[in-house]
Structure formats: C-alpha cells, structure tokens
C-alpha cells in the first residue's frame, strides 16, 4: 500500500482541502496522512470563519516524524495560503521521501481570470519556484495564466492552452495537466506532451460546485500511485467530479456530495 502525505488546510465543516483529501485518499486504497497548513472552523464560503495557523507547529511535527523514521511514497500539496509553507514543503520533501517518490501539486491560488483573496504576485513567484520541485503540476487555466504571465482570456481556443503549457515547460519538469479547459460547450485537462499537449474532452455541466478541483486532484492521484497512468487517472477523476455534481442538490453551495460516489464504489 503506499503511503502520502497530503498537505493542506483543515476545514472542520466544508468540502475541501484535507477534507475530502483524507476519506476519498483513504476510500481509494492508499494510507493517507496529513500535514494540516491550518484549521479553519469552516471554509470560506460561508459568511465568517475562524482560522487556526499551524505554521509553527511544524518543526515539532517533523522532529517526531524522524524519530519515528516515516517515509513517504508520494506528497499532494494543495492549498498552502502562505509563502513560508513553500520552505517548509521543500524541507519535507527533502526529509521524508522515501526513494522514488513522487510529488504532485495543484497551486490553488486563483480562478476566472483572479486570484483568491489574500494571495498576491510575491505568493505566485514562490509557487513557481517551489513548482521545479514537482514530478505532476495542475494548474487550472487561471493559475497557469499567473505562473507564466500570460494574460487571461475569458474566451481561448486549444491552442491558447497548449501555450501555456510549452510556458510552464520554461517553469518546471513535472509533467504539466493544465485542468478546467473550457472550449466550446465542452470541458477537459490538458495532458502535457513533448510537442504538443493532449486535451482529455468531458461534458461541461451546466453549474459549478466549490472544491471540485481538491477532488479532482484526490481522486487523480490515488489512481496514479495505483500505476493506472496519467490519462486514465484524468478521465477517472473528471467523471467521479461529475458524477458528485450530479448527486448534489443545487442549493448545497459549499462543495459536493462527494460521500455519495465513494459509497456507490463500495457497493
């Protein structure tokens, strides 16, 4: 069974982050432990929140972690919030990998054409840096617009996106996924190539959900540590997605039902 760590923020009620990440890590055969950047008494989404830093709690954290000689077979990094947590992701990579393993990273600072709020270009530019690190990056469209300094569009065509990634390419070494391609009525991933990037076409539901990306990039991974590869882990990932939006009722605004498509597979 392998073994990842996941590193993200903790919402104690909200479908995101390490909440969804431990139970559909877990649902999917993989031992899933959690490095939490913070806890938060909710996600944002809702009108007020209190929020937990565990900035400093890591040193304590890594010094048992050698004292119990753990190792890692993989590392998920998904929303951080912060510049310093870059330092501290690189410092565990270098710390606790066992051999071979593999780093995937969703950047989580942006969507339709902005960043969220809280973060600026000084938090993009450590993004990038620590992006050289990674074996699998997936960045949405906005997210890749940000990293390579290509001004967004609202309206791009394939070869927008394939753009992008040969930008990305100038960024890091990991193989690119470039996630939430919408052209023409459809919707897919971007497979990085070494010419020219393969979209992966789903169907574009008519609503969008919170935490769809976190799910996405969960389900992706627990597939590909199980060696199913990078194009079958995408279109596993994008349907388990759709298939949670469909199961979720229209006016549940803060994520999915993504408990209902993990209870069909046990089934």
Same mark, same amino acid.
């Given at each position: 069974?392998?073994?990842?760590?996941?590193?993200?923020?903790?919402?104690?009620? !909200?479908?995101?982050?390490?909440?969804?990440a431990l139970p559909i890590l877990s649902a999917y055969g993989v031992e899933a432990c959690v490095l939490p950047t913070a806890i938060l008494s909710n996600h944002t989404m809702f009108k007020s929140w209190s929020y937990l830093d565990l900035t400093d709690e890591m040193p304590n954290i890594f010094r048992?972690?050698?004292?119990? !000689?753990?190792?890692?077979?993989?590392?998920?990094?998904?929303?951080?919030?912060?510049?310093?947590?870059?330092?501290?992701?690189?410092?565990?990579?270098?710390?606790?990998?066992?051999? #071979?393993?593999?780093?995937?990273?969703?950047?989580?600072?942006?969507?339709? #054409?902005?960043?969220?709020? #809280? *973060?600026?270009?000084?938090?993009?530019?450590?993004?990038?840096?620590?992006?050289?690190?990674?074996?699998?990056?997936?960045?949405?469209?906005?997210?890749?617009?940000?990293?390579? !300094?290509?001004?967004?569009?609202?309206?791009?065509? #394939?070869? *927008?996106?394939?753009?992008?990634?040969?930008?990305?390419?100038?960024?890091?070494?990991?193989?690119?996924?470039?996630?939430?391609?919408?052209?023409?009525?459809?919707?897919?991933?971007?497979?990085?190539?070494?010419?020219r990037g393969e979209i992966l076409w789903h169907e574009l539901l008519p609503i969008k959900k919170h935490g769809t990306g976190d799910i996405f990039a969960?389900? *992706?991974?627990?597939?590909?540590?199980?060696?199913?590869?990078?194009?079958?882990?995408?279109?596993?990932?994008?349907?388990?997605?759709?298939?949670?939006?469909?199961?979720?009722?229209?006016?549940?605004?803060? !994520?999915?039902?993504?408990?209902?498509?993990?209870?069909?597979?046990?089934?």
């Amino acid at each position: 069974m392998k073994r990842i760590l996941t590193m993200q923020d903790l919402s104690c009620v !909200g479908q995101c982050s390490l909440t969804v990440a431990l139970p559909i890590l877990s649902a999917y055969g993989v031992e899933a432990c959690v490095l939490p950047t913070a806890i938060l008494s909710n996600h944002t989404m809702f009108k007020s929140w209190s929020y937990l830093d565990l900035t400093d709690e890591m040193p304590n954290i890594f010094r048992e972690w050698k004292n119990n !000689g753990f190792q890692f077979d993989a590392f998920l990094l998904g929303y951080l919030g912060k510049e310093p947590l870059m330092e501290i992701a690189e410092k565990c990579f270098d710390e606790f990998s066992a051999e #071979g393993a593999k780093v995937i990273i969703d950047p989580v600072f942006g969507d339709n #054409g902005k960043l969220y709020g #809280g *973060f600026d270009m000084n938090y993009v530019a450590a993004m990038r840096k620590l992006l050289k690190r990674a074996d699998i990056i997936l960045p949405n469209v906005t997210e890749a617009c940000f990293l390579t !300094g290509i001004e967004y569009r609202g309206n791009y065509d #394939g070869d *927008f996106v394939c753009k992008l990634e040969n930008e990305l390419k100038k960024i890091t070494d990991a193989q690119i996924i470039i996630t939430g391609v919408e052209v023409a009525g459809r919707i897919g991933e971007l497979i990085g190539g070494s010419e020219r990037g393969e979209i992966l076409w789903h169907e574009l539901l008519p609503i969008k959900k919170h935490g769809t990306g976190d799910i996405f990039a969960s389900v *992706f991974t627990a597939n590909y540590l199980q060696g199913k590869g990078l194009h079958t882990s995408c279109e596993i990932a994008a349907k388990f997605v759709a298939d949670c939006i469909r199961k979720t009722d229209k006016d549940h605004f803060y !994520g999915v039902n993504f408990e209902k498509i993990l209870n069909a597979r046990n089934d």
